[in-house]
């Protein structure tokens, strides 16, 4: 039997998320068609519910869910009852009489889709909550790495930067975890917590450890009350990819994601998305299929 | 349960199927499109046959799941695969194959997937067995075999390279 929710990877096995990833093919298939659409969904509303700012992800669902044929509403929270003190559970009630069959979520509270989940029929897509999870986005990055690596179990991924607020880090060591990928961190110690992960405080050091990609996070300043680290300049200087490490990066054929917005001259200097295996582009293109399969392998229970 | 055809049944099916779409053909130059899945099987097997008569034929698959009529009704969604229509479909001459026709809503569903590769001069269709009980206006222009069934029976197509051998089984509901 089908889901009814995608509210994180660690609830999936590996099967799952196998399949979701085999399914995310077909769907990418489609964009080069001039017709990029298909019925699936036709008559279906998807509700996206966005307490936290977001481009990418709200856009790349709506396109991911017109693509399917479903209707798609934003629900414009800066501007809604919200503001006005309206509880989350009431504005689901009220969401509620409008028959959306998937609601898509982000909200800065942990555990608030999973607690939507609970009170609704509806499908509740988790779209990042909190610290916790951005599920959809790891799914984008196995997708991304495995069009490269078709092969995943034993390769490994350096994930590089701000690991402690990273719900894609969190995520993505999880699906690539269960896909048999080995993943190692790195990043200043105010920032890398111990965990069951390989941790590495410098980049030399964890470019011995010789991965086959790096993946760069994106300095959260706003998930940050004081700072973790002197500066931008610093922390370029330290754990950007600076084109002197770019050039190490490119010799040794690793590629370099990120999942964006990026920092340029933080995370990365500009060189780096001019590199020929970036693969930021191929991920926001591939973030389409994914949440595409996603939406079409869940069951709402709203008839 | 009964085995309504054999192997060999299985084959002059195909045979009549490749036959009839040799002579209809005027200029030799034949496009099918199979419809997964047995029906990507059926064309692949015409396909070779029309080679051996000289034809000059191209072969595309098509994945339907995405426009399928029953999406909801269904408690897994089907397995979907990607489709594969290599030719420019603009203008050109298709003839659809399937494994069973039987309801008529299975074409309905390539016709419109079909469409949404292009605009093509014409669409003909053929099947490997007509069971009959049409519920949309969907008529067969090469049949490789007609079987009487009850509405409510159950046929099976097995074919040797999807499911490892050749048969047709039809079970009938009492």
């Known amino acids: 039997m089908a889901r009814k929710d995608f509210l994180d990877i660690v609830s999936l096995d590996r099967e799952e998320i196998i399949h979701l ?137 350096l994930i590089m930067g701000d690991i ?83 050039k190490r990066i490119s010799e040794e054929g690793i590629y370099v994601m990120h999942p964006g917005p990026i920092n340029r001259g933080v995370e990365l200097c500009d060189d780096v998305l001019d590199y020929e295996r970036c693969l930021i582009p191929q991920q926001v293109e591939n973030g ?16 | 349960m009964s085995l309504a055809l054999d192997p060999q049944a299985i084959s002059t099916a195909v045979s009549r199927l490749a036959d009839s779409i040799f002579e209809a053909s005027a200029d030799g130059n034949i496009d099918l499109v ?23 034929v191209r072969l595309g698959v098509l994945d339907i799941s995405l426009y399928r009529d029953d999406f909801e009704h269904l408690h897994e969604n089907p397995k979907l695969q990607s489709s594969e229509i290599d030719f420019p479909v603009d203008n050109s001459h298709i003839i659809l194959v399937d494994d069973v026709l039987f309801t008529g809503r299975t074409i309905r569903a390539a016709l419109d997937a079909l469409f949404d590769y292009g605009r093509p001069g014409s669409v003909q269709l053929a099947v490997l067995i007509d069971r009959g009980h049409r519920e949309l206006p969907v008529a067969p222009n090469y049949v490789g075999k007609i079987l009487e069934t009850n509405r409510l029976d159950h046929v099976l197509v097995r074919l040797k390279n999807t499911d490892g051998e050749d048969a047709l089984e039809i079970t009938s509901k009492k």
């Open chain 1, 21 to 157: 990833l085999d399914q995310a093919k077909p769907f990418k298939d489609l964009f080069t068609r001039s017709v990029k659409k298909v019925p699936a969904l036709n008559g279906k509303t998807v509700l996206m519910l966005f307490y936290e700012p977001s481009t990418r992800t709200l856009s790349s669902f709506e396109v991911a869910a017109k693509r399917l044929s479903a209707d798609v509403t934003i629900f414009d929270v800066p501007h809604s009852s919200v503001t006005k003190g309206e509880s989350v559970r009431d504005t689901i009630d009220t969401l509620q009489a409008m028959r959306a069959d998937y609601i898509v979520v982000r909200h800065r509270l942990s555990g608030q889709p999973a607690a939507i989940a609970r009170q609704t029929g509806a499908s509740v897509i988790n779209a990042g909550d909190g610290a916790h999870a951005h599920p959809t986005q790891a799914l984008l990055d196995a997708f991304t790495l495995r069009e490269v690596h078709p092969e995943l179990p034993g390769k490994k991924v």
């Open chain 1, 164 to 246: 402690l607020h990273s719900r894609v880090a969190r995520s993505t060591s999880t699906i690539l975890d269960k896909l048999g990928v080995e993943v190692a961190y790195c990043g200043p110690g105010s920032l890398v917590p111990h965990t069951r992960f390989k941790r590495f405080t410098n980049f030399d050091e964890a470019m011995r450890w010789g991965p086959d990609a790096v993946y760069l996070l994106r300095v959260q300043k706003e998930r940050q009350e004081a700072p973790f680290y002197p500066s931008d300049r610093e922390y370029h200087s330290v754990f950007g990819v600076t084109q002197e490490r770019l």
């Open chain 1, 288 to 303: 389409i299929a994914a949440r595409m399969s996603v939406l079409y392998g869940l069951k709402p229970q709203t008839s």
């Open chain 2, 34 to 56: 199979g419809i997964r899945s047995r029906g990507d099987e059926v064309a692949e097997r015409v396909f070779c046959l029309l080679k051996e008569k000289g034809a000059n």
